[in-house]
């Protein structure tokens, strides 16, 4: 049995603005991104750093909002809110399989932990989960290995997209605005003298 999954894409950003190619920003990963409508949202998967010369960078987005993971407001999960199975249920429903993103605690490393079919065919200490869906179909988990204490550390974060497949197929240059304020980085450093 399948589950949702958002459509993918990569855009192209460039600062339209008066140019300056000393300074470097950065858009934190999970900024989302719309059209004028703001009826059509994808959300950026990784920090893009780019300077004020014009020039184009690209991002890889997934179609859907970002939603943060909270158990009673908390954002860190721990091994001890999982249920006898190791699992973690999702209170939403439209929750993109292909769009989970786990890091652990004081880490902004999302790429360490990865996706798997079957956690029993992995080593002893990988970051990894599986992802699935109820016995009545009406929810969906992600379930993790039986090394938790020793592969969560202090605790995860855990962000997920609410994805409406619909909304996948848009054309060129749909996309062309911030879907709230963005706070990017400046990283620019004065050159030593």
């Known amino acids: 049995m399948r589950w ?6 990569t855009i192209s950003l460039k600062w339209i603005g008066d140019k300056n190619s000393e300074k470097l920003y950065t858009i934190p990963a999970f900024t989302m991104i719309c ?3 703001s ?9 893009v750093t780019f300077n004020l010369n014009g ?3 690209t991002a890889p987005c997934i179609q859907g909002t970002a939603k943060q993971y909270t158990i009673n407001g908390n954002e860190t999960i721990t ?9 973690l249920y999702f209170p939403d429903y439209f929750v993109a399989e292909n769009g989970v993103f786990i890091t652990n605690i004081n880490s902004n490393n999302y790429t360490s932990w ?3 079919d079957n956690l029993y065919t992995e080593s002893y200490g990988e970051k990894i989960y599986k992802f699935g869906i109820s016995h009545d179909g009406k929810s969906c988990y992600i379930e993790f290995p039986e090394d938790t204490d020793d592969i969560f550390g202090e605790g995860i ?11 996948g197929n848009i054309s060129a240059n749909v996309l062309s605005q911030f879907y709230n304020e963005v706070s990017v980085t400046d990283t ?6």
Request: aromatic share 12%.
């Open 39 to 47: 009826s059509i949202i994808y959300t950026i998967t990784q920090s």
């Open 188 to 193: 620019y450093e004065d050159p030593e003298v």
């Open 114 to 116: 990865k996706k798997v």
């Open 79 to 87: 091994s001890q809110n999982l249920d006898s199975n190791n699992r």
């Open 4 to 9: 949702y999954k958002g459509a993918e894409t």
């Open 55 to 57: 020039e184009y960078v």
């Open 35 to 37: 059209d004028e409508d």
């Open 157 to 167: 974060n855990i962000t997920y997209i609410l994805t409406n497949g619909y909304e």
